[in-house]
């Protein structure tokens, strides 16, 4: 098995197991995608890497280079955005029960701040009053490939619900605020093409009745992210060109129908750009013949959490077996000392031996950047193939890490 050109044995040679891999060309690759997707002539497009999938520097710097502004959720991923170079007024913050030292930290870079709730604003006055402003709407409904990752409807902790969204934006006008945007979370990991047009549509519709009874217009109005990547068992991936094209056509109708003046279009994806790019490599430690078949591997929940926290299901590649005809039942699970550390469950795959690599793909999105030293099970590093050559982005932790935040 090769990545953009590099063998992963020979990848595992040099930097060892587990080991986190990004194709940098095939983040490109899909930021391209995506931009000839919303490309239009009539409306402007305003595109934001949601960097919670990614948050590595390298990567954020990536997408910043290839025309991508940045959506930030905490005062840490601003740091980063603002440290590898990217403009405040191209950062959105948009947080949630945001602190006054979160509201801070973004009021001070100057950014665009996207206000979580009503009570938010209040917040945000102690420390200074923008010139601008929009609220993150709750639209009683959402969709997610989990319900763990559902972030719209009545159960999602997210956003003020579109019933109160007038009384958010007239609070802001009574502040003295004048300059306003929207934004909604349309899904994650959405894999119908017909789901965001349609949530865009009904969102439209409640920035109308808003438009209607408070006379504001908006600057820009946000449908977030959501565009989903196939993983185990998905079927056929998104397909973002008819995505936009119907997003683009339900936006100018509906702008033009409501009267909501000439609003930049905004997206935020985060999963579609990074996602299929990534891979974590493993190593088969034993094949343990238990009440079922078990192949242990060296990476575990504190290396891969998707799988433990909302049963997603990574593809597996075995390299060397790729072609491997015969293929048995087994679960794949890590070291940690929880019942719940299983990646896979009566999975078929190749017959295995100790010291079989693993390969999880698909493993670009909310992957590292979920990792943690959990049984002193220490963080792995992350490479990059650049231009067909591998670059260490992220050492190896280590005990010393450790211990250079512990005071004995």
């Keep these: 098995m090769e990545i953009s050109g590099i063998d992963v044995k020979d990848l595992v040679e040099k930097y060892g197991t587990p080991l986190y891999v990004y194709d940098f060309q095939r983040m490109k690759d899909n930021a391209e995608r995506l931009k000839t997707a919303f490309k239009s002539d009539t409306i402007s497009v305003d595109i934001y890497y949601a960097m919670k999938a990614n948050c590595h520097p390298a990567i954020v710097k990536l997408f ?16 980063v955005a603002l440290k590898v170079g990217v403009n405040p007024e191209n950062i959105l913050y948009t947080g949630n029960y945001e602190s006054l030292k979160d509201l801070s930290a973004a009021f001070k870079a100057r950014v665009i701040i996207n206000l979580d709730d009503i009570a938010s604003l209040d917040r945000l006055l102690k420390v200074g009053k923008p010139e601008r402003i929009s609220y993150r709407i709750n639209p009683g409904k959402g969709r997610g490939k989990y319900k763990e990752i559902t972030t719209g409807g009545n159960k999602a902790k997210f956003g003020v619900p579109h019933e109160k969204s007038i009384v958010a934006y007239e609070n802001a006008l009574k502040a003295g605020i004048r300059r306003f945007g929207a934004h909604v979370m349309t899904g994650s990991g959405v894999l119908d093409e017909d789901h965001f047009p349609r949530m865009l549509n ?29 993983y185990f068992e998905d079927g056929e991936a998104l397909d973002i060109h008819i995505v936009g094209r119907e997003v683009l056509r339900v936006f100018k109708k509906k702008v033009k129908e409501l009267d909501l003046g000439n609003p ?5 994806p ?74 896979a469950i009566d999975r078929m795959l190749p017959p295995l031996e100790e010291g079989d690599l693993i390969v999880f793909t698909q493993a670009g999105a909310y992957g590292s950047v979920m990792s943690m030293p959990y049984n002193l099970r220490l963080r792995p590093a992350e490479i990059a193939v650049i231009n067909g050559k591998d670059v260490e982005i992220t050492r190896r932790e280590t005990m010393s890490d450790y211990f250079n935040r512990i005071n004995l």
């Excluded at 280079?65 to 740091?79: A, I, K, Q, R, Y």
């Excluded at 908006?218 to 565009?227: A, K, L, V």
Aim: hydrophobic share 40%; aromatic share 10%; with cysteine.
């Design 202 to 230: 009904n969102f439209l519709d409640i920035l109308g009745n808003i438009r209607h009874k408070l006379g504001i217009t908006f600057e820009f109005i946000d449908m977030g992210g959501g565009f989903g990547i196939p």
């Design 270 to 343: 985060g999963r579609y750009l990074v996602g299929d790019a990534g891979y974590l490599v493993s190593r088969v430690l034993g094949i343990k013949e238990s009440y079922r078949k078990f192949a242990g591997v060296d990476a575990g929940f504190n290396t891969l959490i998707r799988p433990a926290l909302y049963n997603a299901q990574h593809p597996i590649v075995i390299p060397g077996k790729e072609n491997v005809e015969k293929k048995i039942s087994i679960n794949i699970c890590g070291q940690i000392c929880e019942n719940t550390d299983i990646f």
């Design 64 to 79: 910043w280079e290839n025309g991508f502004g940045t959506d930030c959720v905490s005062p840490g991923e601003l740091e």
């Design 264 to 268: 930049t279009l905004a997206i935020e």
